[in-house]
């Protein structure tokens, strides 16, 4: 039976932040994810929003991880290399009845230690955003928040821990743990057994399994889903900020917000409900976050979408997140209820957690650690003489396979040799955006789906769109594949 110091399950935002800082030490760490990549749950589907954490309760984990968090992610889009924009966010008062509550969402960033917050009246906020509605009468100003891609993080994250020794096995779900004579625990996955000093529980939807094995007071984590849609690089100028308005029971309510890649995104609406798995869109969920999200821009053209997706949340039944270690358990930690601002949380919570793992069991630092990553090459970004020499070097950067996003084969090649690396077609869309343009792939993935199989050695039939049972062709036609 292999043996760790530490096993991670969940290969999400919060799992792999966990294990990038656990690596920081001299810290032996598997990642166990039932998915074939990282970023494949609610990692991968939400607004992209770094807040700046003016909305959680002060005195809460929530409120403490995300100011801590907002400030970690800035910092590490330098060092490791993802995509991050410091734009700011306004949040909507369209009435006088909105004040009251528009006030206590300015008295709590002040408790919480979040910088430079003001309330601004509703012309100051047109002179800032022309775009938004005559009806908003004050706003909320965050300077502090941001816009991040929530792949490019997650693969930031994961990379640099496995390049500090971090191991990850995909495709492996966790159907339980047992306590162990040696004082850890037993990991069962569908593929066989680990053993580990020391567990921790970032399985996102699925967090209430583990706790529930481990600990005597249950909890139940309700799937919360969440609409988006998608417009064109055409749009994504319409707002330079992220644009809520006031939150309601549900959450943060629809927003309007640039991305870091030049989208606009207009989102999400909030359902609870009991399919773990169920991220379908809605005719309903669409027109009714559409309608809404006029109210704050009135001249979103909607003309321009190009996709529409959904997410999960993972609910929990009081309002904080579960962070720490178990009274009952010793040695098996948690991170449940990650709800938003979850993302804008996940490096504090990865600080957090991994700090408790370290100090319980006395890792010392580890003194080779490696602590910068390089991105990934984004050719349509580098000047005319970066591109040559490039090109020069390295011709397959010069072969286009992406149209919409120039994506080129190079990049593809990259994606997938990377570690951890592409094994899917969306493993390679989240890394380097081929297939993330206007035609959504319409006319590249015959392309990239030779690029993989050449690479990994595998059948066309064989090459999935994410997990097994995604293959898009089933065989020959007419001797032709």
């Given amino acids: 039976m292999d043996k760790y110091d530490v096993a991670v399950i969940g290969a999400g935002v919060t799992g792999c932040a966990v294990a990038m800082y656990l690596c920081r030490s001299e810290v032996s760490v598997i990642v166990l994810e039932k998915e074939e990549d990282v970023c494949s749950g609610t990692s991968k589907a939400n607004s992209g929003i770094v807040h700046a954490g003016y909305d959680a309760r002060p005195g809460t984990l929530k409120a403490r991880m995300n100011v801590r968090g907002s400030k970690l992610i800035e910092e590490l889009s330098e060092t490791l290399d993802f995509p ?4 700011g966010s306004l949040v909507l008062c369209f009435d006088e009845a909105g004040m009251p509550r528009l006030k206590e969402l300015y008295d709590r960033g002040i408790k ?22 005559d009806e908003v009468i004050a706003a909320l100003w965050a300077p502090t928040a941001g816009i991040v891609c929530p792949f490019g993080m997650t693969a930031a994250f994961a990379e640099n821990a496995a390049a500090n020794g971090a191991q990850f096995r995909f495709l ?5 743990i047992v306590r162990d004579g040696e004082g850890g625990f037993v990991i069962r996955t569908d593929r066989g057994e680990f053993f580990a000093r020391n567990v921790v529980n ?13 600990r005597s007071q249950k909890i139940s984590i309700t799937p919360r889903r969440g609409e988006y849609v998608l417009l064109d690089k055409q749009a994504g100028d319409l707002v330079s900020s992220t644009v809520f308005q006031l939150p309601g029971p549900y959450g943060k309510g629809v927003l309007v917000t ?34 809404k999200a006029l109210r704050s821009v009135p001249g979103i053209p909607y003309n321009l979408t190009i996709t529409s997706f959904a997410g999960l949340r993972a609910h929990g039944q009081d309002y904080d997140f579960i962070l720490g270690e178990a009274e009952e358990n010793p040695g098996f930690f948690e991170a449940a209820a990650i709800s938003s601002p979850g993302l804008s949380s996940a490096p504090a919570i990865g600080e957090y957690i991994a700090g408790l793992v370290v100090s319980r069991n006395g890792y010392k630092p580890k003194t080779d650690y490696i602590g910068t990553r390089k991105g990934f090459t984004d050719v349509s970004r580098l000047s005319a003489e970066e591109r040559s020499r490039l ?14 996003e120039n994506v080129t084969e190079g990049q593809i090649l990259e994606a997938i040799r990377r570690t951890p690396g592409a094994r899917s077609l969306d493993g390679i869309k989240r890394r380097v955006r081929q297939g993330m343009g206007r035609c959504q792939s319409g006319f590249c993935t ?36």
């Fill in 84 to 87: 991050y924009r410091n734009n």
């Fill in 112 to 133: 919480n230690g979040v910088d430079g917050i003001e309330i601004l009246t509703g012309e100051q906020v047109r002179q800032k955003e022309s775009a938004v509605s």
């Fill in 172 to 176: 492996e779900e966790v159907t339980g």
């Fill in 202 to 214: 970032a399985a996102g939807v699925y967090a209430d399994r583990f706790h529930n094995m481990m």
């Fill in 258 to 291: 640039p991305t870091v890649h030049g989208n606009l995104l207009v989102g999400p609406n909030a359902e609870d409900i009991e399919d773990k798995e169920d991220t379908t869109t809605t005719s309903e969920g669409m027109e009714d976050i559409k309608t």
């Fill in 391 to 404: 090109i020069r070097e390295h011709p397959e950067y010069g072969r286009i396979v992406c149209r919409c």
């Fill in 446 to 481: 015959p392309a990239a789906m030779k690029i993989l199989s050449d690479e990994l050695g595998i059948p066309m039939e064989k090459i999935t769109k994410n997990r097994p049972g995604s293959e898009l062709l089933r065989g020959d036609t007419d001797g032709v594949s």
